[in-house]
């Protein structure tokens, strides 16, 4: 393996890059032929992919952070951070909790995770609260 990449870096890279008519100046790229331009369309390949390489890894050149997909897709957007409290009395005997987001009745299930399942795949619930047997 490391011969390969010897006779490629001391031999074959070598004679490529002398193969080239690469032009003194900027102007002189006005007169190079289709040929020629064809021949150095690896060099500015390899050039280009080497610098995005090098901004990337030395100045974070657009990275762009992983965000993860909102979960919250429309209720209530306008706040902050979305808060629901309850008493425990107006629970009664039993009481399910919206997980998936998607409830007409948030923060109650309606049941609409059995359609965000269905389409995306999930496997979300909802959070099912009841009181113990003998409790009230």
């Not at 974070?60 to 993860?68: A, E, F, I, M």
């Not at 429309?74 to 009481?95: A, C, N, P, R, W």
């Not at 109650?108 to 965000?116: I, P, V």
């Amino acid at each position: 393996m490391m011969e390969t990449v010897h006779i490629f870096v001391k031999s074959s890279l070598p004679k490529y890059l002398r193969s080239l008519n690469v032009p003194k100046s900027f102007a002189g790229f006005a007169n190079l032929s289709g040929e020629d331009w064809l021949n150095l369309c690896p060099l500015f390949f390899c050039t280009a992919v080497f610098v995005m390489a090098v901004y990337r890894i030395f100045l974070g050149g657009s990275r762009r952070k992983n965000k993860l997909p909102k979960v919250n897709q429309s209720l209530m957007k306008e706040d902050s951070k979305v808060v629901t409290q309850m008493d425990i009395e107006d629970i009664g005997d039993k009481i399910a909790f919206c997980r998936c987001w998607r409830s007409k009745k948030f923060p109650l299930c309606d049941g609409a995770h059995n359609r965000h399942n269905a389409e995306s795949g999930d496997n979300v619930g909802p959070l099912l609260l009841r009181r113990a047997e003998g409790e009230k």
